[in-house]
């Protein structure tokens, strides 16, 4: 059984910074590449920030460039996002997502953090 678990969310304050992880289980993590999408209320679910397999490709949504850094640990099956500088319109639940090698489709979901960024 395929797991993605998200951890890290929170409240914070603007300006402040979290680190969310999704640890996967179930599947050859090296044969996917990782992806943060997030969802604030009564919008569409968005792509955040993405990894390549081996960690040496990463492609960032422009709201969050030079706020946001992706990286991933193969030998823990952990992806991480360090978000910095923090904004209100950051606040959405931060869900992790998983590819099938360059596939452009994400297969693979966990079931969300809520990051709430106050003003």
């Known amino acids: 059984q395929v797991r993605l678990v998200e951890s890290g969310g929170g409240l914070v304050q603007a300006g402040d910074s979290l680190r969310l992880s999704c640890t996967v289980s179930?599947?050859?993590?090296?044969?996917?590449?990782m992806g943060w999408f997030r969802q604030a209320p009564g919008k569409e679910r968005e792509f955040v920030v993405g990894i390549s397999r081996s960690g040496d490709s990463t492609n960032y949504a422009d709201s969050v460039k030079g706020r946001f850094t992706i990286s991933r640990d193969n030998s823990q099956n952990t992806v991480y996002v360090q978000m910095n500088t923090l904004k209100p319109d950051d606040t959405a639940v931060y869900y992790c997502?998983?590819?099938?090698?360059?596939?452009?489709?994400?297969?693979?979901w966990g079931q969300g953090t809520q990051v709430t960024v106050s003003s």
């Open positions: 997502a998983a590819r099938w090698r360059e596939a452009v489709k994400y297969s693979y």
């Open positions: 179930g599947l050859s993590f090296t044969n996917y590449g």
